[in-house]
T-cell receptor
Framework: AQSVSQHNHHVILSEAASLELGCNYSYGGTVNLFWYVQYPGQHLQLLLKYFSGDPLVKGIKGFEAEFIKSKFSFNLRKPSVQWSDTAEYFCAVNADNAGNMLTFGGGTRLMVKP | EAGVAQSPRYKIIEKRQSVAFWCNPISGHATLYWYQQILGQGPKLLIQFQNNGVVDDSQLPKDRFSAERLKGVDSTLKIQPAKLEDSAVYLC????????????FGSGTRLTVV
């Protein structure tokens, strides 16, 4: 079964700092990749997704992610974070042998200091 | 477009009691999912429906959990009897029939078992 690892459990940044959150998965076949954000007290919202094509994916709110197949990675980046980016971020993978099931990482809690 | 509706928003029960959660997916979404999100972890799929049929319930603890989607629209997830370790947020999601298009999560029901 596939698994998803998010190595940074907690990240604290100051406003305007650059962000990179790591995501690695363990599956050798074809995958669809997602990043979700969960603001305090709110539901999961899709930030961006990769199905095929350009491995550099741009999402909402200035976020982007790069799929590096050789490294089984899909890291999330933002050049300059804002206080409003304080949230929990989840990476998720859909493997081609898993139907529509999403396997989530454990999440990274980001705190941005004003 | 209305989102995925879930109720109740919060529920507190004593162990060994029973509880039920309700989900109404986005109109036209044939596929419905129930996920369990334990505090500090990513969501984990419990069961997936395609219309009113079960596609995948391999991770559903069937001795105490049950779910149904009788008319292929809204769905109910039940726990009977509840255990302390069932304390979690129960998320419902839905998507269009083909693949992962439109995958949308509801706000969830936060269950506390005391």
């Amino acid at each position: 079964a596939q698994s998803v690892s998010q190595h940074n459990h907690h990240v604290i940044l100051s406003e305007a700092a650059s962000l990179e959150l790591g995501c690695n998965y363990s599956y050798g076949g074809t995958v669809n990749l997602f990043w979700y954000v969960q603001y305090p007290g709110q539901h999961l919202q899709l930030l961006l997704k990769y199905f095929s094509g350009d491995p550099l994916v741009k999402g909402i709110k200035g976020f982007e992610a790069e799929f590096i197949k050789s490294k089984f990675s899909f890291n999330l980046r933002k050049p300059s974070v804002q206080w409003s980016d304080t949230a929990e971020y989840f990476c998720a993978v859909n493997a081609d042998n898993a139907g529509n099931m999403l396997t989530f990482g454990g999440g990274t809690r980001l705190m941005v200091k004003p | 477009e209305a989102g995925v509706a879930q109720s109740p928003r919060y529920k507190i029960i004593e162990k060994r009691q029973s509880v039920a959660f309700w989900c109404n997916p986005i109109s036209g979404h044939a596929t419905l999912y129930w996920y369990q999100q334990i505090l500090g972890q990513g969501p984990k799929l419990l069961i997936q429906f395609q219309n009113n049929g079960v596609v995948d319930d391999s991770q559903l603890p069937k001795d105490r959990f049950s779910a149904e989607r009788l008319k292929g629209v809204d769905s109910t997830l039940k726990i009977q009897p509840a255990k302390l370790e069932d304390s979690a947020v129960y998320l419902c999601a839905s998507s269009l029939e083909l693949g992962l298009r439109g995958y949308t999560f509801g706000s969830g029901t936060r269950l506390t078992v005391v």
